[in-house]
């Protein structure tokens, strides 16, 4: 089985995927997935033990993972969840960062500013879905990934997830409240009370953030050019967008089994993964 974490700056996904019955070299099939919290100050006790438990919950034996593979947009989480791997999977993880074959060049001015899930967003909706392509990740903050009809990352936009905008109104006012992010329930967009006001104002101000974003990126990139969305609130936003045509939940772990694929060359040697369970 292969396991694969995508490390968030809110969230924690993590997937495992097992062999194709034709092809031991191929992980194709999802058995499980979990979201946890994104918690930095955790030691690698405290993650190993809730990994191994996410796993006893599903009935998986820990060592039936053969690979890891890692895409982390928090650095001070990349040295706990290595000594994790090791420590509790006997493992070395495979991280996405540079020298890493991702099959997709980079036309941003410095490659190495670029996020590592925005990367593997952008192979899995190429590798999905063709190109031109934009994906739309509502996470922490919302990115706008563009990809080109050849495969190449060309850039995007990154704006305040709705999450955050939420947070911010409700602190830097004394009266309004905290609620839920969610369509209004009402076909007006008028509230006529203050949750209802402020539901309205977060969910068509943040779509009309979003159609207004990928209105020009469609323009830029021409009509034919796909959109995806991905992250916690996608099928929220995406179910009054005019321009998003898909939802992944799964975008960013396919992109990361992809990856993991085309680095053959830099997976552990059984020597090296036996040296690691000694440890």
């Not at 990367?119 to 080109?148: H, L, Q, R, Y």
């Not at 369509?183 to 967009?189: A, G, I, L």
């Not at 936003?237 to 045509?245: R, V």
Request: neutral net charge; aromatic residues 8%; charged residues 20%.
């Amino acid at each position: 089985m292969l396991l694969l974490i995508d490390v968030g700056n809110t969230n924690t996904v993590l997937g495992l995927y097992s062999a194709a019955e034709n092809d031991a070299e191929k992980y194709s099939k999802l058995i499980a997935h979990w979201r946890v919290a994104t918690i930095k100050t955790q030691t690698v006790d405290e993650y190993g033990v809730l990994f191994r438990n996410l796993f006893a919950m599903d009935n998986i034996e820990v060592k039936n993972v053969q690979g890891i593979g890692i895409s982390s947009v928090v650095p001070p989480m990349d040295s706990t969840l290595r000594e994790v791997c090791e420590r509790y999977f006997h493992l070395k993880p495979l991280f996405i960062e540079p020298g890493i074959k991702t099959g997709m060049p980079v036309q941003y001015d410095n490659p190495a500013e670029v996020g590592a899930d925005r990367i593997v967003n952008g192979v899995a909706a190429f590798e999905k879905f063709g190109g031109p392509c934009i994906v739309v990740d509502f996470g922490t903050a919302t990115t706008f990934d563009a990809v080109s009809k050849k495969g190449e990352y060309m850039g995007g936009v990154i704006a305040p997830g709705i999450g955050i905008s939420a947070e911010a109104l409700f602190e830097r006012t004394a009266r309004l409240p905290r609620v839920d992010i969610r369509k209004p329930q009402r076909t007006s967009v008028i509230g006529t009370n203050t949750v209802g006001s402020v539901q309205s104002g977060l969910y068509y101000g943040y779509l009309g953030l979003v159609d207004g974003i990928l209105e020009r990126l469609v323009a830029e990139m021409g009509s034919e050019t796909k959109v995806v969305a991905t992250g916690g609130l996608a099928a929220l936003i995406a179910s009054g967008s005019k321009y998003i045509t898909a939802v992944d939940d799964l975008l960013t772990l396919d992109g990361l089994r992809i990856i993991w694929e085309r680095n053959a060359h830099l997976r552990p040697r059984a020597a090296d993964a036996a040296g690691a369970k000694r440890k």
